[in-house]
């Protein structure tokens, strides 16, 4: 295995875990509510009274936050994605994750960032069974088909 050194970016990827744990903290602590995206999405969908301007402020921010990074951050900072897949795949694994979003009661956010970090033992089985699916992915896909 060799690392990809113009691609390895520990520095960044260190703030933006540690962004995301301090957002995700901030959330639960001030709100009482776990900061999962699946939930979130989910509670728009029966959304009840009182409900959807946190929902869909979070939601704007989401779409809005990398538009703005776009905009300040330094030219050449940014590499465009490079997604190797056509589009009906990308709609089958949007739709795949979503299906084991709903079975698993969660998401990456909900049951990684902020269900490991209170200790969650469902929270732990989810993580495991989610990375040992993509790790076991990637695998069959680069070194089997």
């Known amino acids: 295995m060799t690392i990809d050194w113009a691609h390895f970016t520990p520095w960044t990827s260190l703030a933006g875990g ?3 744990g301090t957002a995700a903290s901030l959330f639960v ?6 900061l999962g995206i699946s939930g979130l999405l989910g509670g728009l969908l029966t959304p009840k009274a ?12 989401l779409f809005v936050s990398p538009l703005v990074y776009g905009w300040l951050a330094p030219e050449g900072f940014i590499t465009a994605p490079r997604i190797d897949a056509g589009f009906g795949l990308i709609v089958l694994a949007g739709l795949l994750v979503g299906i084991g979003t709903r079975y698993g009661n969660g998401c990456t956010s909900g049951h990684g960032v902020c269900g490991l970090a209170r ?8 993580t495991l069974a989610f990375m040992g699916t993509g790790f076991a992915t990637v695998f069959v896909v680069r070194h089997l088909i």
């Open 119 to 126: 200790l969650s033992p469902r929270s732990l089985v989810a």
């Open 29 to 34: 602590l001030l709100n009482g509510r776990v």
């Open 18 to 20: 540690v962004l995301l």
């Open 50 to 61: 009182g409900d959807i301007g946190w929902r869909v402020a979070l939601l704007a921010g």
